[in-house]
């Protein structure tokens, strides 16, 4: 008999809202002979509509219940609906006996003042009861008890749920005083906990996660930092293998790192991927457990299992062979063991970064490898762990291999040998678990030829002499407009700063590791200086095409203000160039030879060669201006007043013209087939290296009125070693 009658009537849904106005709701009913309680809705009524007031009460339409039901009654239970939100008022539960994976203990709740609201957290994470059957002399107790029902959703308001507990062959077997449970913002519940009907029984915590509504539509990096916060101070928390691939793929993918930040980053991906794959090992499995993921940049394997299992673990052309069969001996009879194979990793753990003051070429011979003992208490290898890593790239005969691992900063080869190596496999045997890899080192080759270097070396000494000297006549005669020219003299200095930088560079800091970050720095600043020349080269080639189309008209290209515009075009892009070239490869000076690397070099040849090409058109147009204009002069219709001294001068321009192929740079053209060509190699240094002294001759001692200025001070100095001034200054002019 129950609630009057025989026949107690319940609703069969939560009660509504105050916003949700009337709703309807099935009714059902049981007796006292239900002995499962699962079974509570042996009948069903007639629907009947209910509503919520203000004043935190319901009313109901209730109507005559269905003939079938033997003798039914409407049941009424006292509202005891808190006045306060038991999502803000509650106690937190933090008790790590309470995990699902946690053995049984004689803790009991039965024992505990319950009073209020409580939420379930795990070393901090929160957690919640879990829905399904757990097993006897679990959650630190001898009665686990868990909920007989799905949890509500925070529409659902607060519901009541039967509770369970498992005798090992009915999870039902021991029922529960039920209990009141409220879902609430956040991804959280919260349970009104009372007194359990049996003694030494404890509501259990699961420890396998739920992932937040939004992060499951997005998993986000925001996601994969909050979630590993909370589990990285867990040893027994347990997450479902999709999360932790949404997990690992955030790791893997998060590569916008500086390269000073490239250690410090390898060490975080190598941390998170370990812990994440920590998750997966399930304490509470006691029968042999496998699981393997793949993911961008990254493949695992991970076993768990006894100690008469025998476990060979291989990903990614890597194979590891392990004592287990001991290991799980020393922690009792099970343990774990987790195998990882890192793809990309090796571009930021740098093979350079093995025995660094070893001036050897270092190569990355494998992919990046870890190992280690996932929630295993006694980690000692008796015997020694073994590697067989496939060769990534061809091996030299004359290069050393070594098996390393990775110690905090550098690869390192404390307890690490090399057992043996083919053509296309090595296998390395390791006293210890951490990450490893294989490198090879091998000699730098000196392909520099001696007579060519000093050729280099002198033939640019000689230039910065004679840039130095037309860089003193401009400064000299820089109050002569006929004299002075911005883009010239822009040019000297940017030539001026490079060649003396490359003799530097080269000579004194290159292929010497202890000034690899001066090396880099330097790099950087040559290629900003010798794109800063190019940049002048074109301006010069554009106002020398300016000029020779105003041939018969001579004046000055340089109006008032338009120097100021040269110099901001002249140096603000070459640092736009460089600015931009360093942002997207940082690595991209090699800190050894003081240049570009190899895969950079674009960098520099993408703006060098389409000066080049623009310098090479100019000049062709200037060649064509020139041929024209001495074809004209032998018209009868051209009218000049001086045709002969008109006719010298256009030689002369001519002359200088044909100079100008090298000042405006086109003969670095030849940089493009000198791989194969010694002779093509010098005569490309040698035109290159003397820009500055073509610049020297064209601009100075072919200037008459600098030649005019030369004779001054060298009359000045010596005013008796020229007898004849007028007559050679008459000379010279009708010369040129």
Request: charged share 15%; proline share 4%.
């Amino acid at each position: 008999m129950s609630c009057g009658g025989y026949t107690a009537l319940f609703l069969g849904g939560s009660h509504p809202r105050l916003q949700d106005d009337i709703i309807t709701r099935d009714i059902y009913g049981y007796h006292h002979s239900v002995e499962d309680l699962s079974q509570c809705n042996s009948y069903k009524s007639n629907p009947i509509q209910v509503k919520a007031c203000p004043g935190d009460y319901y009313v109901y339409r209730l109507v005559k219940p269905a003939v079938s039901i033997p003798v039914p009654t409407y049941c009424a239970a006292v509202s005891d609906t808190p006045s306060y939100d038991p999502c803000i008022n509650y106690t937190s539960l933090d008790d790590p006996w309470r995990g699902i994976h946690e053995i049984g203990g004689d803790n009991s709740d039965r024992f505990s003042n319950w009073n209020g609201w409580y939420r379930l957290l795990y070393n901090g994470m929160s957690v919640r009861m879990p829905e399904s059957c757990v097993n006897e002399s679990r959650c630190g107790t001898d009665v686990a008890l868990w909920l007989n029902g799905s949890h509500p959703q925070i529409k659902d308001g607060i519901v009541t749920r039967l509770v369970c507990g498992s005798d090992g062959s009915d999870c039902c077997y021991y029922r529960s005083t039920p209990i009141k449970v409220k879902a609430c913002p956040g991804n959280y519940y919260v349970y009104e906990f009372v007194k359990p009907s049996f003694y030494y029984a404890g509501y259990c915590a699961d420890q396998n996660f739920t992932l937040s509504d939004e992060c499951k539509e997005n998993f986000t990096q925001n996601c994969a930092d909050t979630l590993f916060d909370q589990i990285k101070n867990s040893i027994n928390l347990v997450l479902p293998q999709n999360i932790v691939e949404l997990a690992l793929n955030q790791a893997m993918n998060n590569q916008t790192i500086n390269s000073d930040q490239h250690v410090a980053f390898g060490n975080e991906v190598i941390n998170r991927t370990e812990t994440w794959v920590s998750t997966l090992v399930n304490p509470g499995i006691d029968n042999y457990s496998a699981f393997s993921i793949s993911v961008i940049g990254l493949d695992v394997a991970a076993a768990k299992a006894f100690l008469t299992k025998t476990i060979q673990l291989s990903v990614n052309n890597a194979q590891m062979d392990i004592d287990f069969i001991q290991i799980s001996n020393n922690n009792n009879g099970s343990a774990a063991v987790a195998f990882m194979s890192y793809t990309n990793l090796s571009s930021v753990l740098k093979p350079n970064l093995f025995n660094p003051t070893n001036n050897t070429m270092k190569t990355m011979m494998s992919t990046v490898i870890s190992a280690t003992l996932p929630r295993t208490t006694n980690k000692t290898l008796t015997t020694p762990v073994n590697f067989t890593m496939k060769h990534i790239e061809g091996i030299d005969p004359n290069g050393v291999l070594s098996c390393v691992y990775w110690e905090d900063t550098q690869w390192d080869v404390d307890g690490c040998v090399l057992l043996q190596t083919n053509s296309s496999h090595t296998v390395c045997s390791c006293v210890h678990l951490s990450t490893f890899a294989l490198i090879m080192q091998t000699k730098l080759a000196d392909n520099s030829d001696p007579v060519i270097d000093l050729i280099g070396t002198i033939a640019v000494s000689i230039g910065l002499v004679f840039l130095s000297l037309a860089l003193l006549t401009f400064f000299l005669c820089r109050r002569n407009p006929r004299v002075t020219n911005t883009a010239q003299i822009n040019l000297c200095i940017s030539l001026l700063l490079a060649h003396l930088l490359f003799l530097l560079t080269q000579k004194f800091l290159s292929n010497r590791p202890t000034k690899q970050l001066v090396c880099a720095v330097m790099a950087g600043i040559l290629h900003y200086f010798f794109l800063s020349a190019f940049v002048w080269m074109f301006i010069e080639a554009a106002l020398l095409f300016m000029l020779m189309k105003n041939l018969t008209k001579i004046q000055s290209n340089e109006k008032a203000g338009l120097w100021k515009w040269l110099v901001v075009i002249g140096y603000a892009i070459p640092l736009l160039v460089v600015g931009i070239s360093a942002g997207v490869v940082p690595s991209g000076y090699d800190g050894k030879r003081c240049w570009l690397n190899s895969d950079f070099l674009w960098g520099f040849l993408g703006p060098v060669s389409f000066i080049l090409a623009a310098n090479t058109v100019l000049f062709i147009c200037i060649f064509i201006i020139i041929i024209s204009t001495l074809t004209n002069m032998k018209s009868k219709s051209l009218k000049i007043k001086r045709p002969e001294s008109e006719h010298r001068f256009i030689i002369s321009v001519a002359l200088k013209t044909l100079i100008q192929f090298i000042i405006l740079g086109c003969s670095w053209i030849l940089g493009f087939f000198t791989q194969d060509s010694k002779a093509l190699e010098i005569i490309f240094l040698l035109l290159n290296s003397q820009q500055g002294t073509f610049i020297f001759l064209v601009y100075c001692v072919l200037n008459q009125e600098i030649r005019q200025v030369y004779m001054k001070w060298w009359r000045a100095l010596h005013p008796g070693r020229i007898p004849h001034t007028n007559e050679y200054l008459h000379s010279t002019s009708s010369r040129f």
